[in-house]
């Protein structure tokens, strides 16, 4: 049973974050992301997990809702 508690010790260590789903600018499949649930703005490149093609992706936060645009790193 020992399992099921690490497993949930786990879990609520990740609290913070959170897993969104983009599609990609360039091949348009879909991507699932692990971001950082916090107050400031973030934008960072990713990298397609389909085509390997550079993303950026921005987040804002506001009122806890997390608002995410992806587009072409060579816009
Ligand atoms: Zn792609």
């Known amino acids: ?4 508690k690490a497993r949930l010790a786990k879990l609520r260590s990740v609290d913070i974050l959170e897993y969104v789903a983009v599609f990609c600018p360039y ?15 973030q934008s960072y490149a990713e990298d397609c997990q389909v085509c390997c093609r ?10 806890g809702a997390i608002d995410v645009s992806v587009r072409r790193e060579d816009d």
Do not use: P, Q, Y
């Open 27 to 41: 091949c348009g499949e879909k991507n699932e992301l692990t971001i950082e649930r916090t107050d400031s703005a």
């Open 1 to 4: 049973m020992w399992h099921n």
């Open 54 to 63: 550079g993303m950026l992706i921005e987040v804002t936060t506001f009122d």
